[in-house]
């Protein structure tokens, strides 16, 4: 371990530095020295016609080069004001050697007085570099994040351990249309005897965040020694629906559901192992419920499990690698958040990945991920809050099941001169015991690509927006064929402003389990992304879009998408649905949202969005003829 320098300061030291930058005499070699011009007391020098800044109350006038002071001139001794090692003077004494003559020039003040010899005392420890600004007299205050606060980590509250809290408020009300079904002999509509109901659904959701940190070490030029993080998410929620039988298994819970959760987020502890080398590359281990995201963009598993990882960096940082495992946690149905209530989950994340900087070139990064999922799930079914069965999921033959699935891939992010470029690659491998439409074991063979250009004109970025997840065209020749994520939340064309990204669209009429799954991008027919299984036998999808930035102010951004949306294969919805020539096209998702910040920080940020699915051929035919609509207003508060 390297031993930690603590620099040893003394208010006699800080006011000696001081006062020795301000009256620091020039160079006689100085360039610029050739170049002042002949000046006389009281005389204002073309170059200080304009002072860009001056002392309140005090004429900028010409001061004394160094030859006319120092050359065939004597400067006289000023006198000292006892005990302030200040000039009583407020003139400088420059006395001709040749004619004798004295002429007074205005003197350059400084507001750090000389230190006198009086003031040479026997020094005033100061215990570290962060409690240095005490003694030069700076408030602290808690209420306060731009300036002095312990409670933001400014300084220690005790010997090298910081303590930080961040509180954060996220605020979203949603109008939106979402395929709803009949409520069966409960619907109270008259005429609803259709298998589509009504559509409107409203949606209140309320997260308040407070994450503290307590850690020890010098946290500028190296990972911190000890670091224990804990993040309580406090929900209400509530939600209404235009039928019965949507909010509840239970009728009588009626179409408006109320809920509250209080979820922990983030628990971990973070040891710092130790430092390879003398520019801080380090291995460090954390222990306990922790943030974790696959790749750049969230496509594959971007989830807050409990997990165990050992994770550093080589050569200056170029390189970074974890080594993982993960436990999933079961999470609360209608928050979304972890539920420490109920018992984890038999689904296990393996992670090994490494990051390399300026590779294939200068500006680009590049990862390459081996992740294997090991689901042992067949043992009991599972039913979530509203009643619902999510475990087996309703689809198929509705069985236990359990499989291995191994992910191999490739991710980078950065940019080619001034193209910017994401891109993801996964090929997804494994087998499953009892696959979905048949009780036998098939082999999963899927993949997935993506990949999202961009390039900024001053202060519009163009980005065009390409994807692909294959589907299964066969649900009973004993291959699994369609691409499925462990728990994604993809940042991509258009991310939540998307109405397909944003909104879960259920599969009416062939069974109860969802099309696409809320925040997510794949038709992967789960029955839900929060506790589901994955599901390899689906029809895929195609992603083809593009969109623009635009920052219309430092506070205001305009965003605008437009993506055209199709299943890779329709073969398992026609076998699901009973329902032969399903069309492959979805639509096209039109969307544009306004971002406002009106500090110019993150501190205060207010997003509001709308979104329509203009429906085409293969989702008319599974719901419909409307083109749904999705309106969001999000408010986001941080202390």
């Known amino acids: 371990m390297m031993k930690q320098f603590h620099p040893t300061f003394t208010i006699a030291s800080v006011s000696v530095f001081l006062s020795a930058s301000v009256f620091a005499h020039p160079h006689p070699d100085d360039a610029g020295a050739a170049a002042r011009q002949d000046c006389r007391p009281g005389v204002i020098r073309a170059e200080h016609a304009q002072p860009k ?36 003077r407020t003139q400088t004494v420059v006395k001709d050697a040749g004619s004798g003559v004295k002429e007074y020039v205005a003197r350059r003040f400084s507001p750090v007085p000389k230190p006198s010899v009086e003031q040479f005392v026997a020094a005033v420890p100061i215990p570290d570099r962060w409690r240095i600004v005490d003694a030069l007299g700076y408030e602290d205050n808690w209420w306060d994040p731009y300036n002095q606060n312990t409670i933001k980590g400014d300084k ?23 395929p709803t079904p009949v409520g069966g002999q409960t619907t109270d509509a008259a005429g609803s005897l259709d298998v589509l109901g009504n559509v409107q659904q409203g949606f209140w959701n309320q997260n308040t965040a407070v994450e503290f940190v307590y850690y020890k070490g010098d946290t500028v030029f190296r990972p911190p020694d000890w670091e224990y993080r804990f993040i309580p998410v406090f929900n209400y929620n509530a939600v209404r629906l235009g039928e ?78 974890n080594l993982a495992w993960f436990r999933r946690l079961e999470k609360d149905t209608n928050s979304g958040l972890n539920d420490l209530s109920e018992s984890w989950r038999d689904d296990d994340v393996f992670v090994a990945n490494v990051y390399l900087q300026d590779k294939p070139r200068l500006g680009f990064f590049s990862q390459f991920s081996l992740i294997y999922n090991r ?9 979530d809050t509203n009643q619902f069965i999510q475990r087996p999921a309703s689809l198929g033959q509705e069985r236990l099941r359990d499989y291995d699935v191994y992910y191999l891939g490739y991710s980078g992010d950065g940019h080619f001169g001034r193209l910017n470029l994401t891109t993801s690659l996964y090929l997804a491998f494994g087998e499953e015991q009892d696959s979905v439409f048949t009780n036998s074991v098939s082999d999963i063979e899927a993949y997935f690509i993506a990949a999202e250009p961009s390039i900024d004109f001053d202060w519009i970025r163009v980005r065009g927006s390409l994807l692909y997840g294959s589907g299964d065209d066969d649900p009973y020749d004993g291959k699994s064929q369609g691409f499925d994520a462990i728990f994604e939340n993809p940042q991509f064309a258009g991310a939540d402003t998307s109405y397909w990204i944003r909104q879960g669209v259920p599969l009416i009429g062939g069974g109860r389990v969802a099309l696409s799954q809320r925040n997510g991008i794949l038709n992967s027919l789960r029955s839900s992304k929060e506790h589901g299984q994955s599901n390899f036998t689906n029809p895929g999808v195609l992603l083809a879009g593009l969109g623009t930035d635009m920052d219309i102010l430092p506070e205001l951004r305009l965003s605008l998408n437009a993506n055209y949306l199709a299943f890779a294969d329709t073969s398992v919805l026609e076998v699901a649905r009973a329902q032969a020539g399903i069309d492959r096209h979805i639509g096209y998702d039109l969307s544009a949202s306004l971002t406002y910040r009106p500090f110019m920080t993150q501190n205060v940020v207010v997003r509001l969005s709308y979104a329509q699915l203009l429906s085409g051929n293969g989702y008319q035919q599974l719901f419909g003829d409307d ?10 508060l941080t202390f």
Not at 156 to 178: C, L, M, Q
């Open 156 to 178: 220690p509250i005790h010997d090298d351990w910081f303590f930080n809290i961040t509180a954060i408020s996220d605020t979203v009300y949603e109008f939106r249309d979402v």
């Open 53 to 88: 800044r001056r002392r309140p109350g005090v004429a900028q006038e010409c001061r004394p080069t160094y030859d006319q002071v120092y050359s065939g001139a004597t400067r006289q001794s000023e006198p000292v004001a006892p005990g302030t090692g200040s000039s009583v």
């Open 627 to 636: 083109d749904p609509v999705s309106v969001l207003l999000n408010a986001v």
């Open 375 to 383: 689901n042992r799930e067949s043992e009991k079914p599972f039913y």
């Open 244 to 321: 019965t039988l949507g909010t509840n298994a239970n009728p009588a819970v009626g179409r408006l559901r109320e809920d509250n959760h209080v979820g922990i987020q983030t628990l971990f502890v973070d040891r710092h192992l130790r430092n390879v080398s003398d520019r801080y590359d380090f291995d460090s281990v954390r222990v306990g419920i922790q943030p974790f995201s696959s790749d750049f963009r969230g496509f594959l598993f971007q989830d807050v499990p409990f997990g165990v990882r050992l994770f550093g960096n080589r050569n200056n940082n170029k390189y970074q690698y």
